[in-house]
């Protein structure tokens, strides 16, 4: 058996930032509202034109990652790509990844986990690396979020809180067998699945059948969140999905160094902050900056703290999502 560490981090985010004053100019929203219920101030949004779109998004961060991590591209053995929002319906992005990094070929898996992408991304390549099978994967998350969005009122709830962006990890093998993942905690809960959810267009109900359905309105292909029922399962399974971390690694929350949650809302975070009596310096936060992005929320933000030196070698690390499924994640680090 071995070990997997991330050797390299990236990210990338669109230039174009969006502030919650742009949004009022188009929906009833406020600044106010949207700070006080979500932490947001702002959001990047792909720009028509500017060239990104979740595979090229994903590409930037991989690259950055590749170099940080000094590992050749013809060197990676695995890619795995989580997002909801591909660039095509099928194939998936991480075969686009191949192409764009110029690498020959290679095995690609895309993972549909929405907000847990990344932890069940780094989960499978983690596996594929303890058994020998590969030495280096690369884990990409990543979601172009607003060409998808309902920018009316009647989207207001959803639409004010995802922005775009990705983040990337190399995962290479490891010496040290008290370092790299510890271990990874996956689950999901699919009777909550249209809870949080984009139903059509889908082979469950193309677009004739939902035109069908809504004959007087626009055709609903934008996401639908029950945010209440979000809010109240999160909160408990982040708390749970730690604590089987922790538990499992015989471990407890005085342990933690770094805890970098999935940026679902600022108060859930500072919700679990204050229940694992965690202080600011053990939580990072960028929700404020870039808003919701799914499956590159938490890349993004492990790349921001290991950016500011606030991740460093001997350090717990600790990642845990919750989102659409409902699916859940966590993964216990020892920084390598
Ligand atoms: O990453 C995936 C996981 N996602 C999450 O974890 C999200 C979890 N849920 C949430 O973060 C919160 O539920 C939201 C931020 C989405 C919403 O906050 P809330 O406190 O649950 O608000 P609500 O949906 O209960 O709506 C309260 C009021 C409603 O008006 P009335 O019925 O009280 O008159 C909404 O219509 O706020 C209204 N509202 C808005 N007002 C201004 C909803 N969205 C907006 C908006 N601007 N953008």
Redesign the pocket.
């Known amino acids: 058996m071995y070990q997997s560490k991330i050797a390299g981090l990236g990210k990338y985010v669109p230039e174009n930032i969006v502030t919650n004053e742009d949004?009022t100019k188009v929906?009833?929203?406020?600044d106010e509202?949207?700070q006080e219920?979500?932490g947001i101030k702002e959001r990047r949004h792909i720009k028509k034109g500017d060239g990104n779109t979740t595979a090229v998004m994903g590409y930037k961060a991989a690259k950055t990652a590749l170099e940080r991590a000094g590992i050749d591209k013809n060197d990676i053995d695995l890619i795995v790509f989580a997002t909801l929002s591909p660039d095509y319906y099928f194939p998936g992005c991480g075969v686009q990844i191949q192409e764009l990094l110029g690498i020959g070929t290679c095995p690609a898996l895309d993972v549909r986990n929405?907000?847990s992408g990344f932890v069940y991304g780094l989960s499978v390549a983690d596996q594929f690396i303890k058994t020998g099978m590969y030495k280096n994967v690369l884990v990409i998350g990543s979601e172009n979020h607003s060409g998808g969005l309902d920018f009316s009122t009647r989207g207001?709830?959803?639409?004010?809180?995802f922005g775009d962006g990705a983040g990337a990890a190399l995962l290479t093998r490891c010496e040290e067998t008290d370092k790299g993942i510890l271990s990874t905690h996956l689950h999901s809960e699919g009777k909550f699945a249209e809870e949080?959810s984009l139903i059509g267009p889908s082979t469950n109900k193309w677009v004739p059948e939902l035109i069908e359905e809504n004959p007087q309105e626009d055709i609903p292909y934008y996401p639908y969140?029950n945010?209440?029922l979000?809010?109240k399962n999160?909160v408990v399974r982040f708390s749970e999905v730690i604590m089987e971390g922790l538990n499992h690694n015989k471990l407890t929350p005085n342990d933690i160094n770094m805890f970098i949650p999935?940026q679902?809302?600022l108060?859930?975070s500072q919700f679990i902050q204050k229940k694992f009596k965690l202080d600011d310096s053990q939580v990072y936060n960028n929700i404020q900056r870039y808003g919701?992005t799914?499956a590159a929320?938490i890349p993004i933000a492990l790349t921001e703290a290991w950016e500011e030196g606030k991740v460093k070698s001997g350090d717990l690390v600790v990642l845990a999502a919750?989102?659409?499924g409902f699916t859940w994640a966590s993964a216990i680090i020892r920084w390598a």
Do not use: P, Y
Not at 27 to 30: E, K, P, R, V
Not at 156 to 161: F, G, S
């Open positions: 949004l929906m009833d929203t406020s509202w949207i219920r979500t929405q907000c207001r709830n959803v639409t004010v809180i949080l969140m945010g209440q979000v809010f999160a999935h679902a809302n108060r859930i919701n799914t929320s919750f989102g659409s």
